[in-house]
């Protein structure tokens, strides 16, 4: 029989590779699962194309919203495991307020709450590492990585078993204007608020995620249930995304940072101020972070046994570039 996996953010970035990963024609594994993709809307265009793309056989469309517990009771009921990611951002709503970003621990304490219901056996959980810790304290604010590790305890506490993921930063980002702006030149202009040579941890978050919590639902939770493992590629210079976009491209492209203000403001304008400070703060832990380990600076190099243990590693920017077909901004 396949085993069913719950997955959130079934029509977002994460559950969307993980939903490929395990159904795509060429997937190995694609006669052992059945995926129930959960979403707010079973009707949105998203949803529907979920649908129409792998077939009611293999991809069941369920209803659920992770501020409704009982509506994750309903869809984890009889399932095999859970891939649960949680959301800082809200759909269609700034945050306004840093009070606000609290919505993601009531979204995590949900989730968890329903899996435990659910007796669920195994949870693959997209957490990230705790900054105000990693940083001794000095950077306290940086709520999307510190709630969700907290979601993470939380979970260990109550669950059976559950594998962690922490993902780097999005290759995807640089489609955004705080990190990526065409000049009048028609040069592109990387533009993140740190020095060239700072070095980060990036992901294909559409890809890497899925192809990372396949790999642990296939090991099972016996093998490798409460690990952790970080989803992030060998590390880069900022000043690397311009050089290697320009290589791959042809388009000229330079590396020229901008202030933290101008990133702040940018971001807070897109996303709400009560989200300035955080981000803000991750990119000032980026600057300052220990560059010899990896995640964030928040792991030795030899705590990511992804290779040895699940066979998979992350997406280099090249690959990304060329899988997303992304050439710069217009
Ligand atoms: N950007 C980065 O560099 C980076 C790096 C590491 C981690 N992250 C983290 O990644 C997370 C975002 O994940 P993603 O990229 O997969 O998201 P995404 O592509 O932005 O999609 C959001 C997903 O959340 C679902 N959703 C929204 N509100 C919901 C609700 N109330 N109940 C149930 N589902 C809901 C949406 O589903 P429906 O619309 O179908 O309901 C959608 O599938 C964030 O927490 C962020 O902190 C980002």
Same mark, same amino acid.
């Given at each position: 029989?396949?085993?069913?996996?719950?997955?959130?953010?079934?029509?977002?970035?994460?559950?969307?590779?993980?939903?490929?990963?395990?159904?795509?024609?060429?997937?190995?594994?694609?006669?052992?699962?059945?995926?129930?993709?959960?979403? @707010? !809307? +079973?009707?949105?265009? &998203?949803?529907?194309?979920?649908? *129409?793309?792998?077939?009611? /056989?293999? =991809?069941?469309?369920?209803?659920?919203?992770?501020?409704?517990?009982?509506?994750?009771?309903?869809?984890?009921?009889?399932?095999?495991?859970?891939?649960?990611?949680?959301?800082?951002?809200?759909?269609?709503?700034?945050?306004?307020?840093?009070?606000?970003?609290?919505?993601?621990?009531?979204?995590? @304490? !949900? +989730?968890?709450?329903? &899996?435990?219901?659910?007796?669920? *056996?195994?949870?693959?959980? /997209?957490? =990230?590492?705790?900054?105000?810790?990693?940083?001794?304290?000095?950077?306290?604010?940086?709520?999307?990585?510190?709630?969700?590790?907290?979601?993470?305890?939380?979970?260990?506490?109550?669950?059976?078993?559950?594998?962690?993921?922490?993902?780097?930063?999005?290759?995807?980002?640089?489609?955004?204007?705080?990190?990526?702006?065409?000049?009048?030149?028609?040069?592109?202009?990387?533009?993140?608020?740190? /020095?060239?040579?700072?070095?980060?941890?990036?992901?294909?978050?559409?890809?890497?995620?899925?192809?990372?919590?396949?790999?642990?639902?296939?090991?099972?939770?016996?093998?490798?249930?409460?690990?952790?493992?970080?989803?992030?590629?060998?590390?880069?210079?900022?000043?690397?995304?311009?050089?290697?976009?320009?290589?791959?491209?042809?388009?000229?492209?330079?590396?020229?940072?901008?202030?933290?203000?101008?990133?702040?403001?940018?971001?807070?304008?897109?996303?709400?101020?009560?989200?300035?400070?955080?981000?803000?703060?991750?990119?000032?832990?980026?600057?300052?972070?220990?560059?010899?380990?990896?995640?964030?600076?928040?792991?030795?190099?030899?705590?990511?046994?992804?290779?040895?243990?699940?066979?998979?590693?992350?997406?280099?920017?090249?690959?990304?570039?060329?899988?997303?077909?992304?050439?710069?901004?217009?």
């Amino acid at each position: 029989m396949p085993k069913i996996i719950a997955i959130l953010n079934a029509t977002g970035n994460q559950g969307s590779g993980l939903i490929r990963a395990f159904l795509s024609p060429n997937s190995s594994q694609k006669n052992d699962y059945k995926v129930r993709a959960l979403t @707010r !809307n +079973i009707t949105s265009p &998203a949803a529907q194309e979920l649908q *129409s793309s792998y077939g009611p /056989s293999q =991809l069941e469309l369920v209803q659920a919203d992770v501020y409704d517990v009982e509506s994750l009771r309903k869809a984890f009921k009889d399932v095999d495991g859970v891939f649960a990611a949680t959301n800082n951002r809200l759909p269609g709503k700034k945050i306004e307020t840093e009070d606000e970003m609290r919505h993601e621990l009531v979204a995590g @304490r !949900n +989730i968890v709450d329903a &899996a435990r219901g659910c007796d669920v *056996s195994h949870m693959v959980l /997209s957490s =990230l590492p705790n900054i105000n810790r990693a940083s001794n304290g000095r950077f306290s604010k940086v709520f999307h990585f510190d709630h969700k590790n907290t979601i993470e305890e939380y979970a260990k506490k109550e669950l059976k078993a559950v594998t962690v993921l922490w993902p780097g930063l999005y290759y995807s980002n640089v489609a955004w204007p705080q990190y990526c702006r065409k000049l009048e030149d028609g040069i592109v202009r990387f533009c993140a608020p740190a /020095s060239g040579d700072v070095r980060a941890d990036w992901v294909d978050a559409a890809h890497d995620i899925g192809v990372f919590a396949a790999a642990i639902f296939t090991k099972g939770p016996t093998a490798i249930g409460n690990k952790t493992y970080p989803v992030v590629s060998p590390k880069i210079c900022f000043s690397d995304l311009a050089r290697i976009f320009e290589s791959k491209t042809g388009k000229k492209a330079i590396f020229d940072p901008i202030s933290l203000d101008e990133w702040g403001s940018t971001v807070a304008a897109a996303a709400g101020k009560g989200y300035e400070e955080d981000i803000r703060q991750m990119m000032e832990w980026i600057g300052v972070a220990p560059g010899e380990k990896v995640c964030y600076g928040t792991m030795e190099r030899g705590e990511d046994r992804s290779w040895e243990e699940l066979g998979v590693r992350a997406s280099t920017f090249e690959e990304w570039l060329e899988r997303s077909g992304w050439r710069g901004p217009e």
